[in-house]
């Protein structure tokens, strides 16, 4: 439920996308805060991922703690992002074990 507020608070001061009908007009810096509120976003994402073990294959050979998993996925440049995430899949489908 964290991360899903966390997310909530960094996309909602985004400015609004434009009308379908005016699309191409939307500021620069609109435009920007909407790339920068996406990456954020998904860097929280695998973070929330990897410290509830929906990672596969894993990470690491053990599960994170969630304030560490999300320190370090913010922490890394574009390229290491990229880098760690690409073999590996967020896999929420999966069904809880009760």
Same mark, same amino acid.
Request: glycine content about 2%; some cysteine.
């Given at each position: %439920? $964290? ?17 379908? %009908? ?7 810096? $609109?435009? *920007?805060? #909407?790339?920068?509120?996406?990456? *954020? #976003? ?11 073990? *929906? ?5 690491? $050979? ?5 304030? #560490?998993?999300? $320190? ?9 992002? %990229?880098?760690?995430? *690409?073999?590996?899949?967020? %896999? ?7």
């Amino acid at each position: %439920m $964290d991360c899903y507020k966390r997310i909530r608070e960094v996309i909602a001061p985004v400015p609004k996308p434009p009308e379908i %009908m005016n699309f191409g007009v939307a500021p620069v810096a $609109d435009l *920007k805060a #909407s790339c920068e509120a996406v990456e *954020k #976003s998904t860097r929280l994402l695998w973070a929330c991922a990897a410290a509830t073990d *929906k990672i596969a294959p894993r990470l690491w $050979d053990y599960v994170p703690d969630y304030t #560490s998993s999300i $320190d370090y996925f913010l922490g890394l440049n574009d390229l290491e992002l %990229m880098a760690i995430t *690409k073999p590996h899949r967020i %896999m929420w489908e999966e069904a809880a074990q009760v």
